[in-house]
């Protein structure tokens, strides 16, 4: 597998997990009842929570479908796609280090998630790191 090949699969593959990631926030207030446990809430903390989770799960769908289209599209090769991949890398490498510092309140039963959380933000921001860092192979 040649460097453009496998700049391209870590895009496909950091696309779709963005894709599955935003799919599945826009369910989590129905999966887990928000609406029940924010009812002691003011309704402006509620209407903050839900509209937070909408617009970081249609953010996530929008950049994991943009990084699928710079793969498909071979512009994951020029500045400009690697300067949008090289952000993306920073925002997950933030997002682990958040993780790490600050970790996800989990019941002692599930802290094995709170690693699956960090785990995925840490391969998010090597799959789009590494595009982001390598020069692209040139056919001479």
């Known amino acids: 597998m040649n460097k453009n090949t496998g700049r391209k699969l870590c895009c496909v593959i950091a696309g779709v997990l963005s894709l599955g990631m935003g799919g599945f926030h826009l369910f989590l207030p129905r999966i887990f009842n928000w609406s029940h446990a924010m009812r002691s809430a003011p309704d402006s903390i509620e209407w903050a929570l839900l509209s937070l989770n909408v617009f970081w799960s249609v953010l996530i769908l929008l950049t994991g479908a943009l990084v ?3 793969a498909r599209r071979d512009w994951s090769e020029h500045a400009p796609g690697r300067l949008v991949l090289g952000a993306l890398a920073c925002y ?10 600050f970790p996800f309140p989990l019941p002692a039963s599930l802290r094995w998630l709170g690693m699956a959380f960090v785990g995925f933000a840490l391969v ?3 799959l789009h790191g590494w595009p982001a860092l390598v020069r692209p192979h040139r056919n001479v």
């Open 92 to 101: 997950w490498l933030v997002h682990t280090l958040y993780l790490l510092v």
């Open 124 to 126: 998010q921001a090597l």
């Open 68 to 70: 699928v289209v710079l």
